[in-house]
T-cell receptor, first 111, second 112 residues
Framework: GDSVTQMEGPVTLSEEAFLTINCTYTATGYPSLFWYVQYPGEGLQLLLKATKADDKGSNKGFEATYRKETTSFHLEKGSVQVSDSAVYFCALSAGFNKFYFGSGTKLNVKP | NAGVTQTPKFRILKIGQSMTLQCTQDMNHNYMYWYRQDPGMGLKLIYYSVGAGITDKGEVPNGYNVSRSTTEDFPLRLELAAPSQTSVYFC???????????FGPGTRLTVT
């Protein structure tokens, strides 16, 4: 069945460091891919999305490219800030009732 | 706008007790969802609804029931709580024409 695998955390970085959080997926069709972010005490918020192969989603300095050949959707940011500290979830959707989430990666950014 | 609200934030239940987790959205979204998140795991879909009066099972529905009498509300009922239901529960909603889901802050439930 469809599934998402993302790197385990926590990931600890210094401010202004480069961030990569790996995400790979398994899907039988052509899913849409998402990154959600969860700040402490809050619900998940959509960070970015890509709906077809080679699409690049971007928001708030974060980017991820839908790579069909490697079934990946890695999240990157060139220079992280303390305010980026949160839990990041990779997800895929194969339909409105078929959402699959990764286990989440906690990011800690130190000043 | 409040978005998606959930109550309570925390709850401790004894084995065999029952309770209802409340979820309300004020965005007039047709689609609503209940997920659970176990430690170290991704979210798993429990039930979903595509509109008032219409509900269907997700990936892990056993031990739960839902109802959708209005567009705004989508309560999740736990009957005969079991330790395996200890989890964090998230409610979400979305528009009919969008995959973007809006999440509530979650309910942390412990069954002992």
């Amino acid at each position: 069945g469809d599934s998402v695998t993302q790197m385990e955390g926590p990931v600890t970085l210094s401010e202004e460091a480069f961030l990569t959080i790996n995400c790979t997926y398994t899907a039988t069709g052509y899913p849409s891919l998402f990154w959600y972010v969860q700040y402490p005490g809050e619900g998940l918020q959509l960070l970015l999305k890509a709906t077809k192969a080679d699409d690049k989603g971007s928001n708030k300095g974060f980017e991820a490219t839908y790579r069909k050949e490697t079934t990946s959707f890695h999240l990157e940011k060139g220079s992280v800030q303390v305010s980026d500290s949160a839990v990041y979830f990779c997800a895929l959707s194969a339909g409105f009732n078929k959402f699959y989430f990764g286990s989440g990666t906690k990011l800690n950014v130190k000043p | 706008n409040a978005g998606v609200t959930q109550t309570p934030k925390f709850r401790i239940l004894k084995i065999g007790q029952s309770m209802t987790l409340q979820c309300t959205q004020d965005m007039n979204h047709n689609y609503m969802y209940w997920y659970r998140q176990d430690p170290g795991m991704g979210l798993k879909l429990i039930y979903y609804s595509v509109g008032a009066g219409i509900t269907d099972k997700g990936e892990v529905p056993n031990g739960y029931n839902v109802s959708r009498s209005t567009t705004e509300d989508f309560p999740l009922r736990l009957e005969l709580a079991a330790p395996s239901q200890t989890s964090v529960y998230f409610c979400a909603s979305s528009r009919q024409d969008s995959y973007e889901q809006y999440f509530g802050p979650g309910t942390r439930l412990t069954v002992t």
